[in-house]
């Protein structure tokens, strides 16, 4: 088949469906945003950062890996955080935990699989000036002396911060 062929249909096929399927692809961005919209209206949303918005269990970093932690080990995790001596706050359906150390503040971020991961950022954060961060992950498999691991961690991260 000839170059000028290929090219007739596939200008006849955009032609014709070309618009159907954009359409189709509109119809279903929308409807995944208002998805979106009701679950951040419904679910729990975790505040892991002073300035970002608040984020569903599977948005965020550990979610393009596709590695979130089961519903019914949100608890647990958060008692551990708890445990090393964060504090809880929950403000409608946005839920923080927080540990404030001199000069910086810990976020925790309990909805990875497997890990909490700690964001430290400068205390009190500073939007308009360049946000410095660190972080650091604290597997689940850790069983004891948990106080102690997590304060060498985070003395670590401050280090290096």
């Given at each position: 088949?000839s170059?000028?062929?290929l090219e007739?249909g596939?200008t006849?096929?955009?032609?014709?469906?070309?618009?159907a399927?954009?359409?189709a692809?509109e119809?279903e961005?929308a409807e995944?945003?208002?998805?979106?919209?009701t679950?951040?209206?419904?679910e729990?949303?975790?505040k892991?950062?002073p300035?970002?918005?608040s984020?569903?269990i599977?948005e965020?970093?550990?979610?393009w890996f596709?590695?979130?932690?089961?519903?019914?080990?949100?608890?647990?995790?958060?008692?551990r955080?708890l445990a090393?001596?964060f504090?809880?706050?929950?403000e409608?359906n946005?839920?923080?935990?927080?540990?404030?150390?001199?000069?910086?503040?810990v976020?925790a971020d309990?909805?990875?699989?497997?890990?909490?991961?700690?964001?430290i950022?400068k205390n009190p954060p500073n939007?308009?000036?360049?946000?410095?961060?660190?972080?650091?992950?604290?597997?689940d498999n850790?069983?004891?002396?948990?106080?102690?691991?997590?304060?060498?961690?985070?003395a670590?991260?401050?280090?290096l911060?």
């Amino acid at each position: 088949m000839s170059g000028a062929a290929l090219e007739l249909g596939r200008t006849y096929v955009e032609r014709n469906y070309g618009e159907a399927e954009a359409a189709a692809e509109e119809a279903e961005k929308a409807e995944k945003a208002r998805l979106t919209a009701t679950r951040r209206s419904t679910e729990t949303l975790y505040k892991v950062h002073p300035f970002e918005p608040s984020e569903l269990i599977d948005e965020g970093y550990h979610a393009w890996f596709g590695k979130c932690r089961a519903i019914d080990l949100l608890s647990w995790a958060e008692a551990r955080v708890l445990a090393l001596g964060f504090n809880r706050h929950q403000e409608e359906n946005v839920l923080t935990l927080t540990l404030v150390r001199d000069e910086h503040i810990v976020f925790a971020d309990i909805r990875s699989a497997k890990k909490i991961r700690f964001n430290i950022f400068k205390n009190p954060p500073n939007k308009s000036k360049r946000l410095k961060k660190s972080h650091f992950d604290f597997p689940d498999n850790f069983a004891h002396d948990l106080k102690a691991k997590f304060e060498e961690r985070l003395a670590t991260a401050l280090l290096l911060f």
